[in-house]
């Protein structure tokens, strides 16, 4: 990749994580690259060759979610606990940007989920939960005019292949390699027994339709509350996130193992 212009991102409430990204910084500009620091909160990522974020998967996500639709790869660096994400610790950062520049590393793209009507887009997932005062809701999936599954319950996750292994995990859902073309639907603690996860094609824009008060999650963070009687309808996204791979780096199953202890 021709690489001329860095962007540092870093979460600046992970100790140390300020100091590892101004590192990579003077390493860039010690090699002729011109390179920009910020913390991840608010940033552009305007005529930027690649995005290092430095903290976490958090802290890739949202810096994913800021890009897009901009397809700029983006080297994770996590600080200390394994980030899943991420390519590389701290530690290893000048490495990584050795092989970046030496055109060595491999672009993976990730598919995003976008929801109509609505800015945000996913990485990971698109949650549909009961409210906090109750946590409990009722809901219907549909595609193509057909119910898919109807229940009471705490909610529904609608996952990428990337995010199988985040909160649709927990939820019960299979493990999925990240390169595999489905949507992960999960049920969240749904109350009858004979609902289960489904894998679901990618063409098929996906409508959940709440009949009790619920609110919209994307990537972790609530971006907004649904009355009962509303729609949102998550499709697959126009753009994909790119993500960096390193040579010799550990394999997706070598690294849920790690995570899953």
């Not at 700029?72 to 996590?78: C, D, E, K, S, T």
């Not at 999936?141 to 909610?155: C, K, R, S, Y």
Request: glycine share 10%.
């Amino acid at each position: 990749m021709g690489l001329k212009r860095v962007l540092f991102v870093y979460n600046s409430e992970k100790p140390g994580a300020e100091e590892v990204a101004r590192g990579g910084v003077e390493w860039c500009q010690a090699h002729g690259l011109k390179a920009v620091l910020t913390p991840r909160r608010e940033f552009s990522a305007e005529k930027v060759d690649l995005v290092v974020a430095v903290g976490g998967d958090g802290t890739l996500l949202r810096a994913a979610a800021t890009i897009y639709p901009q397809e700029i790869p983006i080297l994770g660096v996590h600080m200390g606990s394994l980030g899943f994400l991420a390519c590389c610790g701290a530690e290893e950062l000048e490495r990584a940007l050795e092989l970046v520049v030496e055109g060595k590393a491999v672009q993976e793209r990730h598919l995003r989920l976008e929801i109509q009507g609505r800015p945000e887009t996913a990485l990971n997932d698109v949650a549909v939960l009961g409210t906090a005062e109750v946590r409990f809701t009722e809901l219907s999936l549909w595609a193509e005019g057909e119910e898919i599954l109807a229940f009471p319950g705490d909610g529904l996750v609608v996952a990428t292949p990337t995010g199988a292994s985040a909160y649709a995990l927990s939820c019960g859902g299979p493990l999925v390699h990240p390169q595999v073309e489905a949507l992960i639907v999960a049920p969240v603690a749904p109350h009858r027994l004979d609902i289960r996860p489904l894998l679901l094609p990618l063409d098929r824009p996906l409508q959940v339709r709440v009949h009790y008060p619920a609110e919209l999650w994307v990537d972790g963070d609530p971006v907004n509350g649904l009355a009962a009687g509303e729609r949102v309808e998550v499709r697959v996204a126009q753009a994909s996130t790119v993500l960096l791979r390193l040579p010799g780096e550990e394999g997706y199953f070598t690294r849920l193992r790690r995570r899953l202890s």
